[in-house]
């Protein structure tokens, strides 16, 4: 079988076009927008870092613009990812300032070189 004669997937597939409308209820948002928790939009409101909304009764009430608008500033350009950590050094915390009570082997370090004799 050659390439040339596998079907593309849109053309095997149709899908409908669901058009949600003017706005939408907290809970209704999933319904057109799966990967958008009623949850999630709940705490992004609580973090003020989601689409706008308005309370109306005892709803929040999102318009469907506003969503799609959020959704599309929330994506990223291809590698801009988040940056990849430093590598770590070998021997552990040798070098990092640690606060309280030394290690064991701090002491010994200590004891050592308080016990050597001073060079002059």
Do not use: N
């Not at 949850?39 to 799609?68: D, M, N, W």
């Amino acid at each position: 079988m050659s390439a040339d004669t596998i079907p593309l997937p849109s053309e095997e597939i149709q899908f409908s076009a669901i058009t949600p409308p003017p706005f939408l209820r907290r809970d209704e948002v999933k319904i057109y927008f799966p990967f958008l928790d009623e949850k999630v939009l709940g705490y992004l409101a609580t973090q003020e870092r989601g689409p706008r909304y308005a309370h109306i009764g005892r709803y929040c009430i999102y318009e469907t613009a506003e969503v799609i608008r959020w959704i599309r500033e929330q994506m990223k350009a291809p590698g801009s990812g988040r940056p990849v950590p430093p590598a770590r050094k070998e021997g552990g915390t040798e070098g990092k300032l640690r606060v309280g009570r030394p290690t064991r082997a701090q002491a010994r370090r200590k004891k050592r070189q308080e016990a050597q004799p001073v060079d002059r």
